[in-house]
């Protein structure tokens, strides 16, 4: 069953960093036109793009998130990991880990993980 | 960045209710224009990419239609299982991808 699983830490200081795993299962991690993200949501409100990442080892970050995010892909364990240091509380959130389809121009979230909130306090 | 604004930010709706949820870009993105549905607690759901293909499995009288720089979202007659928060996303450029600010759907 093609699945994305969140996992990490739910608690995590300020100043610290956060890591987060997402491992996929069904689907192949290095077929050309998928890439893997990472989208949070803080409590309340809207979807926020954070980082992209190809099986190749291209990475796409959000400009106001760049100097803390670090994304990678392990093929070996079919799993993308997220990194962002100096958390403040404005990194509270669910962060989900999406598949992005690539067909015709237009990247599209076709596969979500369930989400893991990650509290910073 | 490329701006997303949704309108309206809420509504409410009966069930057999046409409604329509309109996303606006701050510049022109083509038909790179996707729409997903969020259910409270949930991960959000796909729904229509490229403007106006819906997906395996997404009910007919979801529609999507616009281009350019104008979208908007059509659930033809609305179902108790479509109450919701809805967010477009343009991936015109994918530095950064952009979301608008999502329109929640509540029952009247």
């Known amino acids: 069953q093609l699945q994305l699983q969140e996992s990490g830490p739910g608690l995590v200081k300020p100043s610290e960093t956060l890591s987060l795993t997402c491992t996929v299962s069904g689907a192949s991690i290095t077929s050309d036109n998928d890439y893997w993200g990472w989208i949070r949501q803080p409590p309340g409100e809207g979807l926020e793009w954070i980082a992209t990442i190809h099986h190749t080892g291209v990475t796409y970050y959000k400009p106001s998130l760049k100097s803390r995010i670090t994304i990678s892909v392990d093929t070996s364990k079919s799993q993308i990991s997220l990194r962002l240091s100096s958390v403040t509380a404005a990194d509270t959130a669910v962060y989900y880990c999406?598949?992005?389809?690539?067909?015709?121009?237009?990247?599209?979230?076709?596969?979500w993980g369930q989400g893991t909130l990650v509290t910073v306090s | 960045d490329i701006q997303m604004t949704q309108s309206p930010s809420s509504l409410s709706a009966s069930v057999g209710d046409r409604v329509t949820i309109t996303c606006r870009a701050s510049q022109t993105i083509g038909i790179y224009l996707n729409w997903y549905q969020q259910k409270a607690g949930k991960a959000p759901k796909p729904l229509i990419s490229?403007?106006?293909t819906l997906q395996s499995g997404v009910p007919s009288r979801f529609s999507g239609s616009g281009s350019g720089t104008d979208f908007t979202l059509t659930i033809s007659s609305l179902q108790p299982e479509d109450f919701a928060t809805y967010y477009c996303?343009?991936?015109?450029?994918?530095?950064?991808?952009?979301f608008g600010g999502g329109t929640k759907v509540e029952i009247k």
């Open positions: 996303q343009q991936s015109y450029t994918t530095l950064p991808l952009t």
């Open positions: 999406a598949r992005l389809s690539y067909a015709s121009g237009n990247y599209y979230i076709d596969l």
């Open positions: 490229a403007a106006s």
